[in-house]
């Protein structure tokens, strides 16, 4: 079966950092590039960043270019998501998938950012 286990979420000032993981199951992974993507409340769903399947090519959403940095471990099947001079505005539930989604998503881990 199919899972998405994300980690690493948590209540941070403004300005802070938190590493987030994805562990994924060794079928999704080796075949599929793989995103973070977070969810306010009342909004809709957004891809943040994405990585290829080498983990040579990122893409970043503007609003967390140059501040969030997207990594593989193919060896150990989990994807990364350091987050750096976070702010208020990020505070989501963050998930990882598939670019595009493939599968159904994990539980997310709550990313709190306080001003």
């Known amino acids: 079966q199919v899972q998405l286990v994300e980690s690493g979420g948590g209540l941070v000032q403004a300005e802070g950092s938190l590493r987030l993981s994805c562990a994924a199951s060794?079928?999704?992974?080796?075949?599929?590039?793989m995103g973070w993507y977070r969810q306010s409340p009342g909004k809709q769903r957004e891809l943040v960043a994405r990585?290829?399947?080498?983990?040579?090519?990122?893409n970043y959403a503007d609003s967390v270019k140059g501040r969030f940095t997207i990594s593989r471990d193919n060896a150990k099947n989990t994807v990364y998501l350091q987050m750096n001079s976070l702010k208020p505005e990020d505070t989501a539930v963050y998930y990882c998938?598939?670019?595009?989604?493939?599968?159904?998503w994990g539980q997310g881990t709550q990313v709190t950012v306080s001003s």
């Open positions: 990585i290829s399947i080498g983990g040579g090519n990122t």
């Open positions: 060794g079928r999704i992974f080796t075949f599929n590039a």
């Open positions: 998938n598939t670019v595009p989604v493939l599968y159904s």
